[in-house]
């Protein structure tokens, strides 16, 4: 009795201390990192979150971004943070594909970092030039093996969801496609327009625009089904390739040794903030479907990322640039 007495009043102030953590979070302005430069997705995701985080709190949530070296700056300066909670990481789908593309990593994937929740995940669009006689996937597929070599896509840089996505396609319908990498999908897209390259994956965030211009042509959606904002484009799956299946995701993290109690609070108002209408309907225009995840599935579902982003990069002998 001695002894789980003394056990139980050494608990106390431990679980006092957890609940203090809780209560005081935050208890000043946020940083949310971006490893991106502004403007793109990630960074709507991040600053439409931020905003109603700030909301919440009453304090200040302020998205810093932090480009470079294919997203390891702004994830190493996250896994180094202070893990009080005032470091937020968006963990976009580079996170799980960079275990297998870098020979060595300045931090540890699965060690360094706690699982706060998966916000969505995002389908990416193949569109390629107008002027090619390209109008579905099949098309594209019988062109390239009658023409081998003269068709070419553009991706955000080896390793990257786009190259990869490209080189899963070439994979499975037998095809080559030239790959030509970009530092970004703006100047990628851009030669796509006018010709230079032939196709590319972007976000929808990033080519719906350009499709209702007729500045390029939607071939297909690169999610195993129909995006809801864009159910007029077939998936890659329905042009004879079932098992093909690529999507980015974003969700948040935190240094590794953030309390628990924070990482439930922060978990709890997280998702309760992309779950309101207004923030639902801003992602889902986006092509961003709400996801929302615990903790607990938010780490089971990187550990999956990781084993099914390294096939890809066996497959595609990626490199980091």
């Known amino acids: 009795m001695v002894v789980v007495a003394a056990f139980l009043g050494g608990a106390a102030p431990h679980q006092a201390h957890a609940a203090d953590a809780a209560d005081l979070y935050p208890s000043r302005s946020v940083r949310f990192i971006v490893p991106y430069t502004p403007g793109a997705i990630n960074d709507f995701i991040a600053r439409l979150t931020a905003q109603k985080l700030t909301e919440t709190w009453g304090k200040q949530v302020i998205v810093d971004n932090r ?8 994830t190493d300066l996250v896994a180094k943070a202070n893990p009080d909670g005032h470091t937020l990481l968006l963990a976009p789908t580079a ?3 960079n275990v297998s593309l870098y020979p ?8 360094d970092f706690a699982a706060v929740t998966q916000i ?7 569109v390629c030039n107008p002027q090619l006689p390209l109008k579905s996937v099949k098309e594209l597929v019988a062109f390239a093996k009658a023409k081998p070599g003269t068709l070419s896509y553009a991706s955000t840089g080896s390793g990257g969801s786009a190259h990869l996505m490209g080189e899963m396609l070439k994979s499975m319908a037998g095809i080559d496609l030239q790959h030509i990498p970009y530092k970004g999908l703006a100047p990628g897209l851009t030669d796509v327009m006018s010709g230079q390259v032939s196709c590319t994956f972007g976000t929808q965030l990033a080519v719906s625009a350009h499709i209702k211009a007729g500045r390029v042509c939607a071939l297909a959606i690169t999610s195993n089904v129909r995006s809801k904002s864009m159910p007029d484009i077939p998936t890659i799956a329905e042009a004879g390739y079932p098992d093909y299946h690529g999507t980015g995701w974003w969700g948040v993290v935190l240094p590794a040794a953030a309390p628990k109690s924070v990482v439930t609070k922060l978990h709890a108002d997280l998702t309760r903030l992309i779950k309101q209408p207004d923030v639902r309907d801003k992602l889902e225009t986006q092509g961003v479907e709400i996801i929302a995840s615990a903790p607990a599935a938010f ?7 990781i084993v099914r982003w390294g096939r890809a990069v066996k497959v595609s002998g990626a490199k980091p640039d």
């Open 120 to 126: 969505g995940t995002g389908a990416f669009v193949m």
């Open 299 to 305: 780490a089971k579902f990187i550990r999956e990322e």
């Open 95 to 97: 996170f799980a594909i």
């Open 67 to 74: 480009p470079g070296a294919g997203t390891l700056i702004g």
């Open 104 to 111: 060595k990593l300045p931090y540890d994937t699965l060690r």
